[in-house]
C-alpha cells in the first residue's frame, strides 16, 4: 500500500473538502486529473472522486432548484392555458360577433381552444423532459449473420427430421 493511498485515508472531512475544492479549482485552470493528483500527492481515482463528489455536492442542489422553480412556472402556465380551453369563444369580425345562420346564436370559435391544447402538449412535453421521462431507452442488440451455407445446412436437417418421420410413421402402419 502506498503512503499516498494511506495517506489519503487519514483524510478527516474537512480535509477531503479542502482538498476537493482545490482539485475543483485547479481542473477550472485546465489542469488534468493527473497534475492535479500529482500535485496533491493523491491518486488520479481518488482525485477524480474529489472532483464527482465536489461537482455533486456544488451543483446538484443549484440543478434541483432550477428544476422546481421551472415546475412551477410550468404550473402556473397550464393554468393559464387551461382556462383558456375552457372558456366560451366566439367568432368576431370586422368587430362584429358572427351569428349562425341556423340557430341565430353566436358562432363558437375554435381556434383558441385548439392553440391552448397545443400549448398544454407544449408544456407537457417540457415537463417530461425536465423530470427526464423521456429518457433515451438502450437496447442490447446482437446481430447474428447467416451465411448461404448454414441455411442449406438447416433446410438438409429439416428435410431429413422429416423423412425419418414419415418413415417411423409408415414402419407403425400408419401411413401406406
Known amino acids: 500500500m502506498s503512503q499516498t493511498y494511506r495517506a489519503h485515508r487519514r ?16 481542473r477550472l485552470q485546465g489542469w488534468t486529473i493527473k ?8 491518486a488520479a481515482s481518488t482525485t477524480h472522486d474529489l472532483l464527482t463528489e465536489y461537482t455533486a455536492e456544488r ?3 443549484l440543478a434541483e432548484e432550477y428544476r422546481r422553480l421551472e ?36 358562432m363558437a370559435d ?7 391544447l397545443d400549448r398544454l402538449l407544449r ?5 417530461s423532459c425536465l423530470l427526464s421521462l423521456d429518457a433515451i ?4 442488440v446482437t446481430v447474428t449473420q447467416v ?18 418421420a414419415v418413415e417411423e410413421a409408415r414402419l407403425r402402419g400408419e401411413i401406406q
Open 137 to 140: 431507452v438502450k437496447y442490447d
Open 123 to 127: 408544456i407537457s412535453e417540457r415537463r
Open 71 to 106: 415546475l412551477d412556472r410550468l404550473d402556473d402556465y397550464t393554468r393559464r392555458a387551461y382556462q383558456v380551453l375552457i372558456a366560451e369563444h366566439i367568432v368576431v369580425q370586422h368587430g362584429k360577433v358572427v351569428m349562425d345562420p341556423e340557430t341565430g346564436s353566436p
Open 59 to 61: 451543483f446538484d442542489p
Open 110 to 116: 375554435l381556434a383558441p381552444r385548439l392553440a391552448a
Open 11 to 26: 483524510m478527516n472531512a474537512e480535509q477531503r473538502a479542502e482538498r476537493a475544492a482545490q482539485a475543483y479549482e485547479m
Open 147 to 164: 451465411d448461404p451455407t448454414d441455411l442449406e445446412i438447416v433446410q438438409i436437417l429439416t428435410e431429413a427430421r422429416v423423412k425419418d
Open 35 to 42: 497534475a492535479i493528483a500529482d500535485e496533491l500527492g493523491i
